[in-house]
């Protein structure tokens, strides 16, 4: 049964169940280590079925060294617009993982702590997007490899409806009401989330530790450290 069936069930299911004919991932190790999540458009952007690691891996790498292991190993980086879908698939109480299991709460709870919660040691994640800006044309990019395994650029016009001024934001409605980029707009209400805007050539990763948390999408694409790993995705063929 194809993946969307599936989804289909996961709307209305409230109980926590095996389904009978879950999807065969037989290529995907660990399955149970990964959530579901499906494919979405917005607007000048869309996505097919995704399977998301539950956990960070493959720290200590600068972000082009992070997308061309991924690359070889037949995974992807989530960008901002992935990674916003991802956790609010989480906070809604409907995840499943890629043996078409129901999620316990208790894991889910494990799982988003170890994204933001505000605690020590650090954490943080590579995102898939970089910022070029030419004149007064600004373009979010998202980068994926062409036939000779070389990363190549896919460049989109910034969504107008974007914050570009450093600042504390919610993260609630920052998640609930994203533009279509998975930027914060312009009047999102202040918070506890510490929005780095965007700057030429920078890179984008989320972070928490005991002194709040962060969004940052002026990053260096060269820096590395010991707490900044990724969070694997394959897409479901």
Same mark, same amino acid.
């Given at each position: 049964?194809?993946?969307?069936?599936?989804?289909?069930?996961?709307?209305?299911?409230?109980?926590?169940?095996?389904?009978?004919?879950?999807?065969?991932?037989?290529?995907?190790?660990?399955?149970?280590?990964?959530?579901?999540?499906? +494919?979405?458009?917005?607007?000048?952007?869309?996505?097919?079925?995704?399977?998301?690691?539950?956990?960070?891996?493959?720290?200590?790498?600068?972000?082009?060294?992070?997308?061309?292991?991924?690359?070889?190993?037949?995974?992807?980086?989530?960008?901002?617009?992935?990674?916003?879908?991802?956790?609010?698939?989480?906070?809604?109480?409907?995840?499943?993982?890629?043996?078409?299991?129901?999620?316990?709460?208790?894991?889910?709870?494990?799982?988003?702590?170890?994204?933001?919660?505000?605690?020590?040691?650090?954490?943080?994640?590579?995102?898939?997007?970089?910022?070029?800006?030419?004149?007064?044309?600004?373009?979010?990019?998202?980068?994926?490899?062409?036939?000779?395994?070389?990363?190549?650029?896919?460049?989109?016009?910034?969504?107008?409806?974007?914050?570009?001024?450093?600042?504390?934001?919610?993260?609630?409605?920052?998640?609930?009401?994203?533009?279509?980029?998975?930027?914060?707009?312009?009047?999102?209400?202040?918070?506890?989330?510490?929005?780095?805007?965007?700057?030429? +050539?920078?890179?984008?990763?989320?972070?928490?530790?005991? +002194?709040?948390?962060?969004?940052?999408?002026?990053?260096?694409?060269?820096?590395?450290?010991?707490?900044?790993?990724?969070?694997?995705?394959?897409?479901?063929?």
């Amino acid at each position: 049964m194809p993946i969307d069936k599936y989804l289909e069930k996961i709307q209305g299911a409230r109980s926590f169940h095996k389904f009978v004919n879950p999807v065969p991932y037989e290529f995907i190790e660990n399955p149970e280590n990964y959530v579901i999540l499906e +494919g979405r458009s917005h607007k000048t952007f869309s996505y097919p079925n995704l399977l998301v690691s539950m956990e960070r891996s493959h720290y200590n790498l600068t972000w082009l060294e992070t997308l061309k292991i991924l690359h070889q190993e037949d995974s992807v980086m989530l960008n901002l617009r992935q990674y916003i879908d991802f956790l609010n698939i989480l906070k809604s109480g409907t995840a499943y993982d890629a043996n078409g299991d129901r999620i316990f709460e208790e894991k889910v709870v494990e799982i988003l702590n170890n994204i933001y919660a505000v605690r020590d040691p650090w954490r943080a994640e590579w995102l898939n997007n970089k910022f070029t800006i030419r004149g007064e044309t600004t373009t979010i990019d998202y980068y994926k490899f062409n036939s000779d395994d070389q990363p190549i650029i896919m460049p989109d016009k910034l969504d107008q409806d974007t914050l570009m001024e450093d600042k504390q934001i919610d993260l609630d409605e920052w998640l609930s009401d994203a533009n279509t980029q998975g930027l914060p707009r312009k009047d999102i209400a202040r918070g506890n989330v510490y929005f780095w805007y965007l700057r030429e +050539g920078g890179a984008t990763w989320f972070n928490a530790n005991s +002194g709040g948390i962060d969004l940052i999408l002026h990053g260096s694409p060269s820096f590395l450290a010991t707490w900044l790993g990724v969070r694997p995705a394959k897409l479901i063929k």
